[in-house]
């Protein structure tokens, strides 16, 4: 925790609040070598210019710290390089101590011969502090050293500048939230010469580590940085870039062993922090800035160096740039990073549970309670440990705990958990539970998860983290609830969840019976579930022959899995079914549809439908598309490819919802492709949809081989494009006009 609250750096006897800003901005703009050293001779500071000029010899290897840290003998002669054996007494240096000018002969940057002028003066301060100035004693070397100098900071300005349009430039429309941190990290650790760069980004409990540079990969970065913390606080509360420097440790600290705290200074106030090592990047100085955003600080962007560095000014001013340029990106970037952190968690959830539906459906499958702890300490990235319970002798119920760190088995005592209906209870460090499990070393930060009574026991599990980590966001206890939530409902028994599931083939069966024989056309369907435990899906198809040469095509996906969806699915397909027979057009159909659907499911279920009239005498497909993705057809003459576009809303949703024919003449030879949106949706692994141009080229691409297997060809590309990893379950049907009259050439 900040000290109450307004130290003031004196290391050697240096500082003054308002002195802190001024002499690094000295050391920077002077042409002259300033140094400072204590009493013992030991250098405290030292510009470029110093290094420079007064480097003991021109081989001399600079050590990470400069000259900071050397004797200052070593700079002048009569010995060149070499620490003398002698106590440090200013006497013995070549030059008065009490300020006037004394001009010495030593060897210059290159080798040669050079007149120095060097001035020292001690420092009014508490301690011995001296002060040295030095530069060339020719006119001509001082022009060239201010010509020089001016010369950098023209080189150095348009790096910064150059540095400034780039990040600018190079993050506009960033098709993705990891190229923009990519681009910018990299770019400012280039432009900055730094170690390293990190960007936090703000949440409601803190700021959450979002990126780093490459630089820093392997390097111990804190994740998280906890809000009403003093870095946090420090940088917060304050509208401009804090200058930081991470002091060395005491000698009291070093003798304590690990270091909880370091101290930190502001090299701009010289005030003195105590903060968290955990809290800490991997820098000696570093840069840290806010980024605002309508009155509050939306990230945090970390620069840092290795080694102690005079942050000069035009740096804080390049990186106030940026950070009003970023502020309006990172807004995008934060929404867009929670937005896709919520959809995996999701996704994942629902995974575990056709996972655990599936394990209760198979004989001899692995108990949750062993599959369900790594199952979520690979999706959050933490411990994860089951609570056995057993009955003792006195009737009173004992839960005991392999602890994750130490592998050893513990007894909780009885008191110690939360009781309560809730599937998902948070703790920390502060509360029981969290407070017996900090005292036996293990991580104490975390969340209870009670799944109920399985097969006769209950399973509870603790989700835990150190107190120093992130804590569970809320999308990462909306996906334990979920968790939770699906263990308890395969609680009620196996038994149950085994007569579902028979239902629901049964009903699975009946619809994906085999399509009918149409005289004049050849038809194909095809279905592949996008895992292997989902035991019923919603999509279905159906080919059904009429009178006078028609006959009546559906594709349907209904919402949902489980018996109510495949129940709704077989509604759906016998009503359209029946409503076909009565020589209704497709609009009226799904029209019909739509109203009995709304009374006959309990739940809120929906569905997306194609309904085609194929009338073969006249040539025409008539059909009403209610909210399912565009059919394809195919023109065998021309190799032509049409979207059916006429559109409606989708079925079962709404009453008194409007929907529309669309109409398109057929010849011979022409294909007709109905498929549901597990296709076009199927995605990369790179993120990639498949989209409605991967599945027009591929058609055009696999019919040149023929109408048998098309629909097989085309199901291997999209296995092929997503690596055999669907998300969503895929349908398709092919029908071929073999025997058709001449049509009109009108469509919609």
Known sequence: MA?????????????????????????????????????????????????????????????????????????????????????????????????????????????????????????????????????????????????????????????????????????????????????????????????????????????????????????????????????????????????????????????????????????????????????????????????????????????????????????????????????????????????????????????????????????????????????????????????????????????SVTLPTVGREAVLPADMLPEGAEPVVTFGPDDPLGEWLCDQGEPCLGVLVDGGTVDGERLRLLVLRPPDAEPFDEPELVYLRQVGETVRALSPGEQGYRRERRIAQALQSGMRSKLQQVPGLSAEGIYSSATESAFVGGDFYDLIGLPERKACVIMGDVSGKGVEAASVSAAVRTALGAYSWEGLSPARMVRLLNEFLLGFSRLETFATLFVGIIDLAKGTLTYCSAGHPPALLVRAQSDELLWLGVQSGVVGAFHDMTYRDGSVSCAEGDLLLLYTDGTTEARAADGAFFGEDGLRDAVMREREAGFEGLLDRLLATVDDFTNNSLDDDVAMVAVRFDEVAAGSLAHG
């Open 3 to 399: 000290q109450e609250h307004h130290d003031i750096m004196r290391t050697g006897g240096i500082g003054e609040p308002s002195l802190g800003g001024t002499l690094s901005a000295l050391l920077a703009i002077t042409s002259d070598a300033v140094i400072a050293f204590d009493g013992s001779g030991t250098i405290l500071l030292a510009n470029d210019e110093a290094l420079r000029l007064l480097k003991p010899s021109p081989g001399w290897v600079v050590p990470p710290a400069g000259l900071v840290g050397a004797d200052v003998r070593i700079l002048f002669p009569p010995a060149i390089g070499v620490v003398p054996d002698a106590p440090f007494t200013h006497d013995a240096l070549p030059f008065s101590v009490g300020g006037p000018t004394v001009r010495l002969m030593r060897s210059g940057p290159t080798g040669e011969t050079v007149s120095l002028a060097v001035r020292c003066e001690r420092v009014s301060a508490p301690g011995e502090v001296f002060l040295l100035v030095a530069h060339p004693d020719t006119e001509e070397g001082s022009a060239d050293r201010e010509r020089e100098r001016l010369v950098e900071e023209l080189s150095r300005a348009n790096r910064r500048l150059a540095g400034t349009l780039d990040i600018v430039l190079g993050t506009l429309d960033s098709p993705s939230v990891g190229t923009l941190f990519e681009r910018v990290l990299e770019r400012l650790r280039e432009t900055m010469d730094a170690r390293g760069t990190t960007v936090y980004l703000a949440e409601h409990n803190g700021f959450h580590l979002r990126g780093t540079s490459a630089s820093l990969v392997g390097l111990q970065v804190p994740r998280y940085l906890p809000s009403g913390r003093s870095l946090v606080e420090l940088v917060t509360r304050t509208e401009r870039p804090l200058c930081l420097r991470v002091l060395p440790p005491e000698g009291e600290s070093l003798r304590k062993g690990h270091l909880v705290y370091r101290k930190v200074m502001d090299e701009q106030t010289r005030r003195i922090y105590e903060v968290r090592s955990s809290q800490l990047p991997p820098f000696t100085s570093f840069l840290a800035i806010p980024v605002r955003f309508g009155g509050q600080v939306i990230a945090l962007i970390e620069v840092g160096w290795k080694n102690v560095r005079a942050i000069a000014r035009e740096d804080v001013d390049l990186l106030d740039a940026v950070t009003s340029y970023l502020a309006v990106q990172l807004v995008g970037a934060l929404s867009a990073l929670r937005s896709q952190r919520r959809e995996q968690l999701t996704a994942r959830a629902s995974a575990l549970r056709d996972t655990l539906v599936a394990q209760r459906f198979e004989p001899d499958t692995t108990d949750p309670r062993q599959t369900l702890p790594a199952s979520i300490a690979a999706d959050l990235s933490c411990a994860c440990v089951p609570l056995i319970e057993s009955a003792q002798g006195d009737g009173e119920l004992r839960a």
